[in-house]
């Protein structure tokens, strides 16, 4: 039970939009999955983020938003409750 409401949880949050110039960031946090990136051949990482696939550079430039801000990466084991 307690699983299940943890996936739900997770999977009610979207940290995504789409709009007219793309994909862009819902808001000022986002959750992702560090992935293989194929194309890059391991050089770099792919990121899921509510199930989409989102390169370094898609994510840089949605990032460019809030250019001028700061920011802070912090990378957590899946088992971690958010």
């Known amino acids: ?8 949880r997770g999977l009610a949050v979207k940290y995504l939009q789409s709009g ?5 960031l819902a808001g000022r946090q986002v959750r ?3 992935d293989w990136d194929e194309d890059a051949g391991g050089r770099v990482p792919l990121l899921v983020v509510d199930g989409r696939e989102i390169t370094w550079d898609d994510l ?3 990032l460019m938003t809030f ?9 957590r ?6």
């Open 1 to 8: 039970g307690r699983l299940l409401a943890k996936i739900r």
């Open 20 to 24: 007219d110039s793309g994909v862009r």
């Open 32 to 34: 992702a999955q560090i």
């Open 60 to 62: 840089g430039e949605m």
């Open 67 to 75: 250019e001028g801000f700061q920011f802070k990466l912090e990378i």
């Open 77 to 82: 084991d899946p088992s971690e409750e958010f």
